[in-house]
Each structure stands twice: as structure tokens, then as C-alpha cells.
Nanobody
Framework: QAQLVESGGGLVQAGGSLRLSCAAS????????MGWYRQVPGKERELVATVTPSGTTNYADSVKGRFTISRDNAKNTVYLQMNSLAPEDTAVYYC???????????????WGQGTQVTVSS
């Protein structure tokens, strides 16, 4: 089966930037939409941004103009460039992708293990 592995989280000062990466590996026939979500303790996981296979993007209002999602279909990888980070962006960020592992398998909603992003004031 396919799996997602994230990288790029860490600690940054307010106003700084980070770039998250998420690579899909394993048995992959096709990857549909890819995206990033985030979650803080005690709250539900929320959408940050998504990108379709053709590159159409969608963003949460809270990150529009500051974050950019992109994908490299040849590398089965999705990126999240985060600029002008603020303390309220602090969360665990999760990669998500819709994947079919073979022509005969069904669609599966895959999640990464999460990467911590901490923005200090």
C-alpha cells in the first residue's frame, strides 16, 4: 500500500518561513487530490490547502496570501510553502492524498504521520 512521509517542520520566529514536503511511496497507481491539514490539541483537524492533479488550488481563508501549495506529479510529492508565519499557525501539519494502489483497488484516503510546526512570538 501507499504511504505518505512528511518533512520540513520545526521552530521558527513569527514572520519567518518554512517549507513542508510530503512524498508518497509504495504501491501507487494514481494520486488524486493532495493537501495539507493542521490540528492543535483540543481542536478538530482543519483544512489548510489542497491541490488537484492539474494544479488547481484551494486555501483556507486564514492562510490565503501567505501559504502556497504545489505538487510535483513526477515525484509524487506535495509541498507547502509557508511565509509570514504567525503564532496561530502553530500546529501539527498532516499531509493527505487520495490514492489508488492499482487498477483494481479502490480509492483510499491516506494520511501522513504529521509534522510539528511551532511559531514563536
Amino acid at each position: 500500500q501507499a504511504q505518505l512521509v512528511e518533512s520540513g517542520g520545526g521552530l521558527v520566529q513569527a514572520g519567518g518561513s518554512l517549507r513542508l514536503s510530503c512524498a508518497a511511496s509504495g504501491s501507487i497507481f494514481v494520486i488524486y487530490n493532495m493537501g495539507w491539514y493542521r490540528q492543535v490539541p483540543g481542536k478538530e483537524r482543519e483544512l489548510v490547502a489542497t491541490v488537484t492533479p492539474s494544479g488547481t488550488t484551494n486555501y483556507a481563508d486564514s492562510v490565503k496570501g501567505r501559504f502556497t501549495i504545489s505538487r510535483d506529479n513526477a515525484k509524487n510529492t506535495v509541498y507547502l510553502q509557508m511565509n509570514s508565519l504567525a503564532p496561530e499557525d502553530t500546529a501539527v501539519y498532516y499531509c493527505n492524498a487520495g490514492i489508488r494502489s492499482s487498477l483494481w483497488s479502490s480509492y483510499r484516503d491516506c494520511w501522513g504521520q504529521g509534522t510539528q510546526v511551532t511559531v514563536s512570538s
